[in-house]
């Protein structure tokens, strides 16, 4: 295939989406994309790493790096890529031969495997380290307290962006990882970055990937941290340089996220921008489509909010009672999934969905409980268990038989107690090991060669990301945690327990909120007062807002209750109800039932 062929092709797939051709036919070797959820964005990305694969001839020598923040997104990357590449080019392609996907950790691992013996010997076997977050038991038992304090503040840190604050414990902590940790072979996953990082600092080892990656891809560019960000920035020279993502979609802000990157990049390396306008997921709803624009402008608009005259409606339903809120979900979940459409009840923390959980059961209604996090240490254990046992039995031979598969299966369900050491958390290893099975049985349909199906467990299992696969399950009901949504989508979505204290959270904002005049409280309600001192706060809560509303492709559905919380007080629905010009419609217990807006 030459360039007028797959420029004709891309053209028939993209149609007139000229923000999107503008991107994949674009000659800027600095490019910045502001990609909204529902717009394309990772089709657009497969199109231009075609469209450089034949009009770029660096790439028969050189690699394309895509990079990511999250797990999922590297393996989604990964997985569409293989899938779509080919069908552009029109031929088979050993995408892995062009293409390196990996998140930030996966691809510091990479590094270390190939040059951390330059820093120490023990680095050349790091894909058998324990690696672990800094609180960790392992790692508190090999060192004294004042250098576990040296760990634990060099995180909170790097969590609260103090660049100043990390400079200047750096040495220390690289001197407790390289004395104490790495000839123990234990590492933590701040570590994996900083040695990375500090790897290309090396004058050698840096200018080889600048030439080596052609182009680079960062998706999810948002959730970029301090020390991720060391990484991109070391790759940085004359290759081509592309970012990704959506500043409303900053949900990890918690983790560290750095802010304004964006235009900080734009001008620090004079990128041109980008932005990708037509919503595909809600174009053919109007309404949904309206509540995406109004949540963005409410974003773009804070300091100017009094002046912001958009306006958008949203279902709304305001209960008494607990399980008042629990039987009219779980009543209109079963109307909307009778015609075999896909629900998901998202929650700001796990606990927000007992009451729907407990409804759910008592009514012997099957459900998948997504209500996890990936820093589980159950979560954890499984993957890594789950990963030994697979190279174990697929051997050498990289074998994938259904009698290999079947064997892993087998053996896990042995591993069972040494996964899970609280029996109230045995529901993770329950919907993992179900999540492996779909994992299992979709090789059999796929076109992939042994090798690709080898390498497709492997990434998953190594890099944790089942929970990538919730969308495959067969439920028609899942419950899992915003953060645990990003990247997916359900037909309709249910956003429980809209109320002050739980979404938005105290301890992110509310009780600060509170106790600082930042906002108004009604009978049943909070408004918000758009502070200037709270700002960041309030955004990472209406990102995650935004994440939610749009895993839903036909509608969502919000809801709060006035019962008493565990102070003895009555609750009030969230201020995320009740933000400027938001209409709430609240008769919708049937999809064509006339809606009434609500006063609260």
Not at 230 to 240: A, D, Q, V, Y
Not at 424 to 441: G, H, K, Q, V
Not at 463 to 483: C, R
């Amino acid at each position: 295939m030459n360039r007028v062929e797959i420029t004709k092709r891309i053209e028939e797939i993209h149609g007139s989406d000229q923000e999107q051709l503008d991107f994949i036919f674009s000659e800027d070797k600095r490019l910045i994309v502001t990609a909204p959820a529902g717009c394309g964005k990772t089709k657009s990305m497969i199109s231009k790493i075609a469209y450089e694969i034949v009009s770029n001839d660096r790439i028969n020598f050189k690699k394309i790096l895509a990079l990511t923040f999250s797990i999922n997104a590297a393996a989604k990357i990964r997985e569409d890529t293989q899938e779509i590449l080919p069908l552009l080019l029109g031929k088979e392609v050993d995408v892995a031969k062009k293409l390196s996907v990996s998140n930030y950790h996966n691809f510091a691992m990479r590094l270390i495997r190939k040059h951390g013996y330059s820093m120490n010997e023990n680095l050349a076997e790091i894909d058998s380290f324990f690696i672990a977050p800094e609180n960790a038991r392992e790692i508190m038992r090999k060192l004294t307290d004042a250098e576990h304090s040296i760990l634990l503040n060099y995180d909170t840190f790097l969590k609260e962006i103090n660049i100043e604050k990390l400079q200047e414990l750096e040495e220390d902590y690289f001197k407790i990882l390289n004395e104490k940790l790495i000839p123990n072979n234990i590492m933590t996953f701040n570590g994996l970055l900083l040695i990375a990082a500090r790897l290309l600092e090396m004058k050698a080892i840096r200018s080889f990937y600048q030439k080596y990656f052609c182009m680079i891809i960062i998706d999810e560019f948002q959730d970029t941290n301090y020390l991720s960000y060391r990484l991109i920035t070391s790759l940085i020279n004359e290759n081509k340089i592309i970012l990704m993502g959506d500043d409303i979609q900053k949900i990890y802000g918690f983790l560290g996220a750095m802010p304004n990157l964006f235009s900080h990049m734009a001008v620090s390396y004079n990128m041109k921008g980008i932005e990708f306008k037509t919503n595909h997921r809600f174009k053919d709803n109007k309404r949904m489509a309206k509540l995406d624009s109004y949540l963005r402008g409410i974003f773009k608009n804070y300091e100017k909010i009094e002046l912001y005259e958009d306006k958008a409606m949203a279902n709304f339903k305001f209960f008494k009672t607990t399980s008042g809120e629990a039987k009219f979900i779980v009543n209109h979940i079963l109307q909307n999934t009778a015609n075999g459409k896909k629900v998901s009840v998202l929650v700001r923390a796990g606990f927000a969905a007992n009451h729907v959980i407990n409804e759910l059961e008592s009514r012997g209604i099957p459900y998948f409980n997504g209500l996890f996090s990936d820093q589980n240490p159950e979560y954890v254990r499984f993957h890594d268990i789950t990963l030994s046992i697979f190279l174990e039995e697929s051997g050498a031979g990289k074998a994938v038989s259904q009698k290999v598969l079947n064997k892993v299966l087998s053996r896990l369900e042995e591993q069972r107690n040494s996964i899970i050491n609280n029996t109230a958390n045995m529901y993770i290893y329950d919907s993992l090991y179900r999540l492996l099975e779909t994992l299992f049985l979709g090789l059999k349909y796929t076109g992939l060669t042994k090798v690709e199906k080898h390498n497709k467990v492997l990434f998953i299992l190594a890099n944790g990301s089942l929970k990538h696969l919730l969308n495959e399950m067969d439920e028609l009901i899942t419950l899992t945690t915003i953060h645990g949504s990003k990247g997916l989508e359900w037909d309709y979505v249910y956003l429980p327990e809209m109320t002050s204290y739980i979404f938005p959270s105290s301890r992110s904002i509310c009780s600060d909120c509170g106790r600082n005049g930042g906002n108004t409280l009604y009978e049943k309600s909070c408004e918000f007062n758009f502070l200037n001192q709270f700002k960041t706060r309030f955004e990472e809560e209406l990102s995650l807002f935004y994440v939610a509303v749009t895993r839903a492709k036909r509608d969502v559905y919000l809801f709060a209750n006035s019962d008493r919380n565990r102070f003895g007080h009555a609750k009030r629905a969230s201020c995320l109800v009740r933000l400027p010009n938001l209409e709430l419609q609240t008769n919708f217990e049937k999809t064509d039932t006339k809606r009434e807006v609500a006063k609260t």
